[in-house]
């Protein structure tokens, strides 16, 4: 063997740390403390794990436990902060090197019957009927009834609002008279909230950016609308109310910034406007009524 090889052999490199504990426990030694608590042997069986677990060191347990019998405690609580350093470095180094780069998962047919008959069933809308979707999934082709009482996600849309195309998630029972038939009890159109999704961050990010320009944000209740000027009378907590005006091109936004039909707006609606204002007037940019879900 080498002397260069044995320099950096596991045997030279135990017996290297050996040595330097050695000179530790004498120096301790000379002030009286001995390995007596009980956190002191913890400590030496955690250093032993360590040991064994790198197994590349390939160190005896017999030399270790000699010095587990001569070493101070000070010593062994010394050595025992080292090792787990090391240890919790070798760690992350191997986290750090294997974590993956987290994906949406790819949209996949589903479908469950429990005993009892309810279903989870998850695929794409071929065709869309007043009252029912035809979903092509496990098994082919199957009807889905979609009645009013149904709860149908994401918020604001519709039944009606569903297309050929759309992956959707079901939830619900086998029909007891229809083959392939399920009547739903909730609808998720994934496409949709995926569309939803894509438009919230745009209509914040356009907010945000008109926020830079320094407009003024008030909110009020709405009074004395006019749906067709697109004009109202917008009072704030402390009683003081503004005539409000819509800019051409403004932004109309629900409460969960998705777009707005202003048709839903009503009088006694809690609203935002972002605008200019000048006296009790205001030319709002952007329109949100947090009353509308």
């Not at 777009?259 to 949100?288: C, E, H, M, P, Q």
Request: some cysteine; overall charge positive.
């Amino acid at each position: 063997m080498s002397k260069a090889s044995l320099r950096s052999s596991p045997q030279i490199i135990v017996y290297n740390i050996y040595n330097t504990v050695s000179i530790a426990r004498q120096s301790s030694h000379a002030a009286g403390k001995s390995l007596r608590s009980a956190t002191a042997r913890r400590n030496a069986e955690n250093i032993r794990c360590i040991l064994v677990t790198l197994s590349w060191w390939r160190v005896e347990s017999h030399l270790f436990d000699y010095w587990f019998t001569h070493m101070t405690q000070k010593t062994l609580v010394m050595f025992g902060i080292i090792g787990s350093l090391a240890f919790a470095g070798v760690a992350f180094a191997q986290t750090t090197a294997t974590t993956p780069t987290v994906t949406a998962p790819a949209q996949q047919t589903l479908l469950q019957v429990s005993p009892a008959g309810r279903v989870l069933l998850r695929g794409t809308i071929d065709s869309v009927s007043s009252g029912s979707v035809l979903v092509k999934s496990w098994g082919g082709d199957w009807t889905v009834n979609i009645p009013v009482s149904a709860q149908v996600l994401p918020q604001g849309v519709a039944a009606s609002d569903f297309k050929t195309g759309d992956f959707v998630g079901v939830q619900g029972t086998i029909n007891q008279s229809a083959n392939w038939t399920v009547d739903s009890t909730l609808v998720r159109d994934w496409t949709a909230r995926q569309a939803l999704n894509q438009e919230i961050r745009s209509n914040v990010q356009a907010v945000r950016e008109t926020m830079t320009s320094g407009p003024r944000t008030i909110q009020g209740t709405l009074s004395n609308l006019d749906a067709t000027a697109q004009t109202f009378t917008l009072t704030n907590s402390a009683g003081t109310a503004f005539s409000v005006s819509l800019a051409s091109g403004a932004k109309l936004l629900a409460n969960n910034w998705t777009t707005l039909d202003f048709t839903k707006v009503n009088n006694g609606d809690t609203v935002r406007v972002y605008g200019t204002v000048a006296n009790s007037a205001i030319s709002a940019s952007i329109f949100r009524d947090v009353s509308v879900k």
